[in-house]
């Protein structure tokens, strides 16, 4: 029976967001339980892990690496991992190690703790609800919006058929593969040969030196070909890792304002943009998706419409990694009645509807540490971006 359960407030998992600081060189970092949904620490101990969101500031990243080593040599004792109170007690033991090497930490904020993102599988439509059209990328460069297009880790089976067809259209494809030993392959697209080559020889170039400070020019080069917006290629540099768990706590911001459905990321299958936007009210990107949406209309004003119904609601990844579009009366400064819920994506379950997203519907959510909760608290979502447009 629902009601019956007590929880208390706290009894959700959470996480801790904190600023580490050494002279000009800091880092946003979480502290979170690490034994609940498979997600990979840099360091853990005592069943909490760490890890590095973003950077800020411009001194020597490397200054910091001794706050890894500080936390792992703490003597953590109890067994609770997902308390707030642990939590805060974990974070008062290494506030006082991190002093005796002068390092600086603060608290920024907590959240709810939740499986890391799954991964979007490649295909369109193979794994629940896309409507983002599956060749927007090449909509995009026939409608001369962006220069260069970059279509990710592509699964070996769809490599031939997309080449092709890509050819068929009249742009030129460089393959980038990396030694990932699954086939997959990363495809460069352009009109213009020069562009390509040099787009390629950037991607390999990060290829092998990863995420390093070092590549951080080509980097920033590669995003410019492609037609990312400046502020956006300035954050994402600025984010220590670039998988989409790392990125949604990097970037999605506590959903109390209500940004343009344009903007969305969080879920692929609604996803105009091929870039993370540096804030869901960026600009730049607003425009470009506007841009993008409008080339799309043109040919299939239908599923611009279908896009719509759906993107312009409140977007939440739930604690087991569900995507669900939620439709809700009103702001989430107050507790809000789910009108529908629409299942994106099921974790590791392509089909069956899961009754849960039945149940939810009608049920009351409110906002608790930037994550939304159902009244019966069996039933909370960590991740949430609220794009209804300004209300
Ligand atoms: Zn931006």
Not at 155 to 177: D, I
Request: aromatic content about 6%; charged content about 20%; hydrophobic content about 40%.
């Amino acid at each position: 029976m629902r009601g019956e359960v007590s929880v208390t407030q706290s009894n959700l998992p959470r996480q801790l967001f904190v600023v580490v600081e050494r002279g000009n060189a800091g880092m946003r970092m979480r502290l979170a339980p690490a034994d609940l949904g498979g997600e990979r620490f840099a360091v853990v101990n005592g069943k909490i892990g760490i890890a590095a969101i973003e950077y800020i500031g411009h001194g020597n990243r490397s200054s910091l690496t001794e706050a890894y080593h500080v936390f792992r040599k703490l003597d953590l004792q109890g067994e609770d991992s997902t308390g707030r109170d642990r939590l805060l007690q974990v974070f008062s033991q290494w506030q006082e190690a991190l002093a005796r090497s002068g390092i600086a930490i603060s608290v920024e904020r907590e959240a709810l703790y939740g499986s890391p993102l799954p991964r979007h599988a490649w295909a369109a439509g193979a794994d629940g609800v896309s409507l983002r059209p599956w060749d927007i990328e090449l909509t995009a460069l026939q409608a001369r919006l962006r220069r260069v297009v970059k279509l990710d880790q592509v699964p070996a089976q769809f490599v031939n058929a997309l080449v092709e067809r890509t050819e068929q259209r009249g742009f030129m494809v460089e393959l980038v593969t990396a030694q990932r030993g699954d086939g997959s392959a990363t495809l460069l697209v352009s009109p213009d040969s020069r562009t390509l080559a040099e787009a390629a020889a950037l991607e390999r170039q990060l290829l092998v030196h990863g995420s390093d400070q070092s590549v951080d020019g080509a980097s920033a080069q590669l995003g410019e070909l492609l037609g990312y917006p400046p502020c956006c290629i300035e954050r994402f540099g600025h984010v220590a890792e670039h998988n989409d768990t790392t990125l949604a706590w990097a970037l999605l911001p506590e959903p109390t304002t209500s940004a343009s459905p344009l903007s969305q990321w969080l879920q692929p299958g609604l996803a105009l943009l091929s870039h993370s936007p540096c804030a869901l009210s960026c600009a730049a990107s607003i425009a470009l998706a506007q841009r993008l949406l409008d080339a799309v209309d043109g040919a299939d004003p239908g599923g611009t419409a279908r896009w719509r119904a759906l993107a312009t609601r409140v977007q939440v990844v739930d604690r087991d990694g569900n995507r669900l579009a939620l439709a809700l009366d009103e702001s989430l400064d107050s507790p809000q009645r789910i009108l529908a819920a629409d299942l994106l994506s099921a974790k590791d379950s392509p089909a069956p509807l899961p009754q849960r997203t039945s149940d939810l519907v009608g049920q009351r959510v409110v906002l608790e540490n930037s994550g939304l909760v159902a009244e019966d608290r069996e039933w909370y979502a960590p991740y949430v971006a609220d794009h209804r447009g300004q209300r």
